[in-house]
T-cell receptor, first 118, second 111 residues
C-alpha cells in the first residue's frame, strides 16, 4: 500500500532557530501533499497544500514566510519552520495523494513530527 | 470554506454496546467523507469513508451513513471492544481537494 514517511520523528530546537521537516512518499508519486498541525487534544488543522512544481497554497492565518514549503519532486515535500518560537511547538503531520494512483481522493498520512521549541 | 462540526466531544460506552458519532458539514460541494481513528502520538488511520453517491456503507462492526440533503453523516461502531478506545475524527472534502477535519470525539470503552 501507499506509504508516507516523515523525518525527523521528533526534534527539539532553541527559540529563534529554523527546523526542516521532510515528508516522503515511498512507493508512489505524490502530486499533491498537505501539511497539518495538531496541538495537544485538538484536531488536525490544515496549514497548506503543496503541488509539485508550483507554489504552496496556505490556509487563512498561516504565515507563508514563517512556514516555508517546498515540493520540489514528486516524492518529497519539506516544511521549514523559520525563527521557531515555543508557540510553534506542535505535532506536524503531512499527507500525500496521487490521483493518478487509484483515481480516488484518499490521503495517506505520515507518522508525524513532534516539534518542541525551548 | 468548509466547516465540519462533530459531536459529542467525549463518549463513554460499555464494552459490547454501540457508539454513534455525528457530524455536519457546510459546503454542499463536499462529496468525500472519511473517518479517522487516532491513537495518542500516532498518525490518523482511515477506518472507513463514504462518497456522496452512497447513503450507507458498512465494514464489519463499523458503518457510516450520509444524508446529503441535511448535510449530516454519522459513524456507528457496534459491539465495541477495548481496542476501540481512541480519538475519532470525521472529515469532509470536495473531490480532489483538501480535507477538513471535525474537532474529534474521544471514545472510552468501559469494561
Amino acid at each position: 500500500g501507499a506509504v508516507v514517511s516523515q523525518h525527523p520523528s521528533w526534534v527539539i530546537c532553541k527559540s529563534g532557530t529554523s527546523v526542516k521537516i521532510e515528508c516522503r512518499s515511498l512507493d508512489f508519486q505524490a502530486t499533491t501533499m498537505f501539511w497539518y498541525r495538531q496541538f495537544p487534544k485538538q484536531s488536525l488543522m490544515l496549514m497548506a497544500t503543496s503541488n509539485e512544481g508550483s507554489k504552496a497554497t496556505y490556509e487563512q492565518g498561516v504565515e507563508k514566510d514563517k512556514f516555508l514549503i517546498n515540493h520540489a519532486s514528486l516524492t518529497l515535500s519539506t516544511l521549514t519552520v523559520t525563527s521557531a518560537h515555543p508557540e510553534d511547538s506542535s505535532f506536524y503531520i503531512c499527507s500525500a495523494r496521487d490521483l493518478a494512483l487509484d483515481s480516488t481522493d484518499t490521503q495517506y498520512f505520515g507518522p508525524g513530527t513532534r516539534l518542541t521549541v525551548l | 470554506g468548509e466547516n465540519v462540526e462533530q459531536h459529542p466531544s467525549t463518549l463513554s460506552v460499555q464494552e459490547g454496546d454501540s457508539a454513534v458519532i455525528k457530524c455536519t458539514y457546510s459546503d454542499s460541494a463536499s462529496n468525500y467523507f472519511p473517518w479517522y481513528k487516532q491513537e495518542l502520538g500516532k498518525r490518523p488511520q482511515l477506518i472507513i469513508d463514504i462518497r456522496s453517491n452512497v447513503g450507507e456503507k458498512k465494514d464489519q462492526r463499523i458503518a457510516v451513513t450520509l444524508n446529503k440533503t441535511a448535510k449530516h453523516f454519522s459513524l456507528h461502531i457496534t459491539e465495541t471492544q477495548p481496542e476501540d478506545s481512541a480519538v475519532y475524527f470525521c472529515a469532509a472534502s470536495p473531490w480532489g481537494d483538501k480535507i477538513i477535519f471535525g474537532k474529534g470525539t474521544r471514545l472510552h470503552i468501559l469494561p
